[in-house]
């Protein structure tokens, strides 16, 4: 009940934000509406999709460590309290300045299955946390093993690039879906000035069809960071390290994450049908283990 009104809570603030914005660059600079009686005015509307589509992705994202210490409860570790977290911070420490980063924030949270995630607005104020079941599942090696491979997705930018690419494709289904919209409107429904119930329908119905589409592509772009963090796990734990841990997590059933964190998890789940695949942030265990055995390391 918590995640679900955090989740309303701040998508609700997130649009108020961004409506302000709006009529702010609409003052500003003087951009009318984007709609008009003669149609749709396309320098309008394009600042207007950029300033939705770019904008709530950037707020994510400033975002996203607060949300994220909220939503798992994770407990920062800012004075050791034992001998296991003062090998995690240890441990990162020496990880991050081998990938040539700051030391990023450690925490721990609660969860019975073993799973991780690294996120933060920049490379060098990240927070890398890891969940109860993966300490008392997996060996130490292994363990080392995914905390590496979330400094890599920190020493990588995956946060930001995914961002970034989120926010460009949100721009485009946004854009695209009134400029659908409004030919629909004009060429089905005859409305030769202003714009109908046609206009707005069509381009609801295409803002969603757009989105499946582009939550696909940015998806694709997911599942190779993985495999880059993979990468980049093996190069600063072991690549044998990164394989064992990898095939820990095929024995157990992957800690659940906030929706929001979902794509910065260790976890990758098992296989499933190929179309579902084209929606999966990770790709499947066996795939990432098989790419480590047969990948050269430099």
């Known amino acids: 009940m918590k995640r679900v009104v955090l989740f309303l809570a701040t998508n609700i603030a997130i649009l108020l934000v961004l409506?302000?914005?709006?009529?702010v660059l609409s003052t500003?600079?003087?951009?009318?509406?984007?709609?008009?009686?003669?149609?749709?005015?396309?320098?309008?509307?394009?600042?207007?999709?950029?300033?939705?589509?770019?904008?709530?992705?950037?707020?994510?994202?400033?975002?996203?460590?607060?949300?994220a210490k909220w939503t798992t409860r994770a407990q920062v570790i800012t004075q050791p309290r034992n001998g296991t977290e003062a090998w995690l911070l240890s441990t990162v420490q020496r990880q991050a300045?081998?990938?040539?980063?700051?030391?990023?924030?450690v925490a721990i949270y609660q969860a019975p299955e073993p799973n991780a995630f690294a996120t933060g607005a920049r490379r060098n104020a990240a927070l890398v946390a890891v969940s109860t079941g993966l300490l008392q599942n997996m060996r130490q090696n292994e363990v080392e093993a995914v905390l590496a491979h979330e400094v890599s997705h920190v020493a990588n930018g995956d946060m930001v690039t995914?961002?970034?690419?989120?926010?460009?494709?949100?721009?485009?289904?946004?854009?695209?879906?009134?400029?659908?919209?409004?030919?629909?409107?004009?060429?089905?429904?005859?409305?030769?000035?202003?714009?109908?119930?046609?206009?707005?329908?069509?381009?609801?119905?295409?803002?969603?069809?757009?989105?499946?589409?582009a939550s696909i592509i940015v998806m694709w772009f997911s599942r190779q960071r993985e495999y880059r963090a993979d990468a980049g796990?093996?190069?600063?734990?072991?690549?044998?390290?990164?394989?064992?841990?990898?095939?820990?997590?095929?024995?157990?059933?992957?800690?659940?994450?906030?929706?929001?964190?979902?794509?910065?998890?260790?976890?990758?789940?098992?296989?499933?049908?190929?179309?579902?695949r084209l929606f999966s942030s990770h790709p499947p265990l066996d795939d990432r283990i098989r790419a480590l055995r047969e990948q050269r390391l430099g």
């Open 233 to 276: 796990g093996a190069h600063l734990a072991g690549r044998e390290n990164m394989i064992a841990a990898l095939e820990r997590l095929k024995g157990n059933s992957p800690g659940q994450l906030p929706d929001a964190l979902q794509a910065f998890g260790i976890s990758g789940g098992g296989r499933r049908a190929q179309f579902a």
């Open 28 to 67: 500003a600079f003087g951009f009318g509406p984007y709609l008009d009686e003669q149609g749709i005015n396309y320098g309008s509307l394009l600042v207007f999709s950029a300033v939705f589509g770019f904008g709530g992705a950037l707020i994510s994202l400033a975002m996203s460590k607060s949300i």
């Open 97 to 105: 300045q081998q990938a040539g980063i700051r030391m990023p924030e």
């Open 19 to 23: 409506s302000i914005a709006w009529a």
């Open 162 to 213: 995914l961002t970034l690419i989120q926010g460009v494709v949100n721009t485009f289904v946004i854009f695209i879906s009134r400029v659908i919209g409004m030919i629909v409107d004009r060429v089905v429904f005859r409305n030769e000035r202003g714009h109908g119930p046609g206009f707005w329908i069509t381009a609801i119905v295409a803002q969603v069809l757009l989105g499946i589409l």
